[in-house]
């Protein structure tokens, strides 16, 4: 269906691609796995179009139908949610308003050369409208923006009051319901909750037909999904057959057999290199050190890739609070919006969250979880009752929208510096390399970072100051599986 030969890609001076290849079969779920940068994004950007290879070739058949989801959304505004998930296929809902006013004109009298005219092209509309899932369009559109947690009463909901995570769950029901040939997705579960999660995977296994390239953070979704896994890192693409965990464990078994050839070609160079030094001078060996060189000149030496980098950090001692963290007290939230429908978040929450605790908060879509979390973090007031911090509690909230709140023009060694003003140069530069942002890294602007790198830096900035109560929501979002098993580990 699509190949990619021996491509050659190079962003400024970073060569992300030097004779690597890519074949996406018809029916294969493939999942897209390397290190943050290497150029799993790009991938998904050559194939539809969006960048141009230095060199190599691509090939696509041309009536192929390639949906692609990545994490930019753009601009939406003007439609319904429902709307807006059906104008993916713009042209079968054009179809569709012809048809309608194909059927109005119709009920107007007309001459009978004029009516069959209009007859037949009403036909050869109405079987290109089926053909095409006209028909269906629409309840397909609600299925998907159901099965994303968008429900009925909010199919008719203007896109534009929707939040940023919301709108990112209209725009992968607007690529799902194209139902194409090659499905690109980029990180798809970012910002959906379990049931969601569950949902799409479901649909993928059971309804998709076609063939799927993928990145996904979740481990557990990507290994239910994928039979082949391609990796991208050092310039290459490499492909397993088997989903993550046999990629783990084969890239294992190669890099062992790797090293091993590695230390076997470096013994033999080393002898032959000493057998040249040491009878280079005489005479009587020159035939067989001139055959030893070009023997060396020959031989293509093993490089071995270098060790992919994660994150690593260790909590600080954090003071001790009182064995009463958070007192709850008839704790409740209403949010009044613009239509002045009052909705009722949580009420009558009363208890108490000790020290030590290990606290998860679950709940179906739109249960209220963040709105919870926002108002045990004091970001958001109740409406009634009192979240009461004990004594000595130092409180450090995560959220999505932490990373709105980062300043685009400063740096990643700035922002470390404004949370840390205490600090000295060295520590905040080790800081920095612990989440990966080493050497020039460091001096990157956070408008340049993408949303990985942004995640990291909250991180940094949340786990080097010494608290003693963590508030996490959703912190594992843009984190690659590498980070986020640290991650877990560390908690």
Same mark, same amino acid.
């Given at each position: 269906m699509i190949h990619l030969t021996n491509i050659h890609k190079q962003h400024g001076s970073q060569i992300l691609f030097s004779g690597a290849s890519l074949q996406i079969l018809p029916g294969v779920r493939t999942g897209l796995v390397?290190? !943050?940068?290497?150029?799993? *994004?790009?991938?998904?950007?050559? @194939? &539809?179009?969006? =960048?141009?290879?230095?060199?190599?070739? $691509?090939?696509?058949?041309?009536?192929?139908? $390639?949906?692609?989801?990545?994490?930019?959304?753009?601009?939406?505004?003007?439609?319904?949610a429902l709307a807006e998930t059906m104008s993916a296929v713009f042209q079968v809902v054009k179809l569709g308003e012809e048809i309608a006013k194909m059927e109005t004109a119709m009920a107007v009298p007309?001459?009978?050369?004029?009516? #069959?005219?209009?007859? =037949?092209?009403?036909?050869?509309?109405? =079987?290109?409208?089926?053909?095409?899932?006209?028909?269906?369009? =629409? #309840?397909? /559109?609600?299925?998907?923006?159901?099965?994303?947690? @968008?429900?009925?009463?909010?199919?008719?909901?203007?896109?534009? *009051?929707?939040?940023?995570?919301?709108?990112?769950?209209?725009?992968l029901a607007k690529?799902? %319901?194209? !139902?194409?040939? %090659?499905?690109?997705?980029?990180?798809? &579960? !970012?910002?959906?909750?379990?049931?969601? $999660?569950?949902?799409?995977? #479901?649909?993928?296994?059971?309804?998709?037909?076609?063939?799927v390239l993928m990145t996904s953070h979740d481990r557990i979704f990507m290994n239910s $999904? %994928?039979?082949?896994?391609?990796e991208v890192a050092n310039q290459n693409i490499t492909t397993y057959s088997g989903d993550y965990d046999f990629y783990l464990k084969e890239r294992e078994i190669r890099r062992q057999q790797l090293l091993a050839s590695h230390?076997?070609?470096?013994?033999?160079?080393?002898?032959?290199?000493?057998? @040249? /030094?040491?009878? /280079?001078a005489r005479v009587s060996h020159a035939a067989q050190v001139q055959s030893r060189i070009k023997k060396l000149e020959k031989i293509e030496r093993i490089q071995l890739p270098p060790e992919q980098k994660t994150i690593h950090f260790e909590f600080n001692e954090p003071p001790r609070s009182g064995d009463n963290v958070i007192g709850l007290d008839n704790l409740s939230k209403t949010w009044v919006p613009e239509d002045g429908q009052a909705k009722e978040v949580f009420s009558g929450i009363s208890g108490m969250i000790r020290r030590q605790e290990k606290i998860a908060v679950v709940g179906v879509n739109g249960a209220?979880?963040?709105t919870f979390l926002k108002v045990l973090a004091g970001q958001v007031e109740p409406t009634t009752g009192t979240a009461s911090l004990g004594a000595g509690v130092e409180v450090g909230y995560f959220s999505q929208h932490s990373m709105d709140i980062l300043h685009g023009g400063l740096s990643v060694f700035e922002t470390v510096q404004n949370v840390l003003p205490t600090a000295n140069i060295g520590t905040i530069r080790n800081l920095c390399a612990a989440f990966l942002f080493q050497g020039d890294d460091a001096d990157k602007k956070v408008n340049l970072l993408s949303g990985g790198e942004k995640s990291r830096l909250v991180l940094a900035t949340l786990l080097a100051r010494p608290l003693n109560l963590l508030i996490l929501d959703e912190p594992t979002n843009h984190l690659d599986m590498q980070s986020r098993e640290i991650l877990l580990q560390a908690l």
């Open positions: 390397g290190p !943050n940068g290497a150029g799993k *994004s790009t991938i998904f950007r050559i @194939i &539809t179009g969006e =960048e141009s290879v230095d060199d190599g070739t $691509i090939s696509c058949g041309k009536k192929t139908v $390639i949906g692609y989801f990545s994490q930019d959304v753009g601009e939406m505004a003007g439609r319904s007309m001459d009978d050369d004029s009516l #069959t005219a209009l007859l =037949e092209r009403y036909g050869d509309a109405q =079987e290109e409208f089926e053909h095409r899932g006209g028909y269906d369009l =629409e #309840t397909r /559109a609600q299925t998907m923006l159901t099965g994303l947690g @968008i429900g009925p009463d909010d199919y008719h909901r203007p896109v534009e *009051s929707f939040s940023g995570g919301w709108k990112m769950r209209i725009a690529i799902l %319901v194209i !139902n194409p040939e %090659v499905l690109l997705l980029d990180e798809p &579960t !970012n910002h959906l909750d379990m049931e969601s $999660i569950l949902w799409l995977e #479901t649909w993928l296994k059971d309804e998709f037909k076609g063939a $999904i %994928v039979s082949r896994t391609t230390r076997r070609q470096q013994e033999m160079l080393a002898k032959e290199e000493d057998f @040249i /030094a040491r009878f /280079a209220g979880k963040s």
